[in-house]
């Protein structure tokens, strides 16, 4: 199994920046991508950003050129840097495989606003 902690998130106004990260702990040999996930109010969680084992990285189309996904595999650690803000980015983020594959952690807050 796998555990995954994420910190980073926060009260931000529009515009501005967050450093997501996520530290992944247990049999991470087995994972090849990993993917920041988010989940507003009221909607589905989603996958906005994907990194592969290689380094190759894949965007949703709301995030693309504001967002930024990275890892060190020798930290076991996968992060998500944040810019240009906007209130709709407001939600809980989450790391997990591409695909999903392992419990949920926490998660770690992400509010912009107006």
């Known amino acids: 199994q796998v555990q995954f902690v994420e910190s980073g998130g926060g009260l931000v106004q529009a515009g501005g920046s967050l450093r997501l990260s996520c530290a992944a702990s247990?049999?991470?040999?087995?994972?090849?991508?990993m993917g920041w996930y988010r989940q507003a109010p009221g909607k589905q969680r989603e996958l906005v950003a994907g990194i592969t084992s290689g380094g190759s990285t894949y965007y949703v189309d709301s995030v693309r050129g504001r967002f930024t996904i990275s890892r060190d595999n020798a930290k076991n650690t996968v992060y998500l840097q944040m810019n240009s803000l906007k209130p709709e980015d407001t939600a809980v983020y989450y790391c997990n495989r591409d695909p999903v594959g392992f419990s949920w952690g926490q998660g770690t807050q992400v509010t912009v606003s107006s």
């Open positions: 247990g049999s991470t040999f087995s994972i090849r991508s």
